[in-house]
């Protein structure tokens, strides 16, 4: 079974509007972190937003905030006012545990598209 | 400060040929990571190192692929004898050891086999 998964290959949103990108996650591990990157054409990895599985609130970074659903196993991406910059491969992580250092599984990404 | 530095951005070899990618992780940060990016996909975890234990080697996908990490430091990738599959995105990362730090992504090694 996967993991992470991403449902959305591809999604479309008009500037200034916000979006929503799913990601659901598989784990029976209570201590795992997940997190957020944003891959524009030019290829590098950017860091975007992480939540902990015991975090309390929903983590915010600006722009961005994650839906964090526990009980549904669900972590989306929510990107409000978008730009034009915002058009990239955006794909969510999971680290299971959560503790020291462990590595990353991906999802297979969302490309977001934003339309002027 | 400096991120991730990966070389060379680019690699382009025949096949059966021996290739080295480098890695030069972030100032004091003790993890490193190895994944692989095949065109369109998500990345593949292959390889991380954490301070001086031993690596996880756990998605290395055959002996043809092995790494090493230096003095806690620059790391370097080896692929033997590569085959066709081996064309990817090489991404190195690093990060602190404390649970809530993300990981920083070099701009990886296109890696082409012919």
């Known amino acids: 079974a996967q993991k992470i998964t991403q449902t959305q290959p591809g999604m479309f949103v008009q500037e200034k509007e916000a979006v929503t990108l799913d990601c659901t996650y598989d784990t029976s591990d209570p201590s795992y972190g997940l997190f957020w990157y944003k891959q524009p054409s030019s290829g590098e990895m950017i860091f975007l937003i992480y939540q902990g599985s015991y975090d309390q609130q929903n983590a915010t970074e600006g722009r961005y905030s994650l839906n964090f659903q526990k009980a549904r196993k669900s972590a989306n991406l929510v990107i409000s006012a978008s730009q034009l910059g915002d058009s990239a491969m955006y794909f969510c992580?999971?680290?299971?545990?959560?503790?020291?250092?462990?590595?990353?599984?991906f999802g297979k990404g969302t490309r977001l598209s934003v339309i002027a | 400060g400096a991120g991730v530095s990966q070389s060379p951005s680019n690699k382009v070899t025949e096949k059966g040929k021996d290739v080295e990618l480098r890695c030069d992780p972030i100032?004091?940060?003790?993890?490193l990571y190895w994944y692989r990016q095949s065109l369109g996909q998500g990345l593949e975890f292959l390889i991380y190192?954490?301070?001086?234990?031993?690596?996880?080697k756990s998605g290395l996908p055959s002996d043809r692929f092995s790494a090493e990490r230096t003095g806690g430091s620059v790391s370097t990738l080896t692929i033997q004898r590569t085959q066709q599959e081996d064309s990817a995105v090489y991404l190195c990362?690093?990060?602190?050891?404390?649970?809530?730090?993300?990981?920083?992504f070099g701009d990886g090694t296109r890696l082409s086999i012919l």
């Open positions: 992580a999971m680290r299971e545990p959560n503790s020291g250092n462990t590595p990353l599984v």
């Open positions: 190192f954490q301070g001086n234990s031993a690596p996880d």
């Open positions: 990362a690093s990060s602190f050891r404390e649970r809530n730090q993300p990981q920083h």
């Open positions: 100032s004091g940060h003790t993890a």
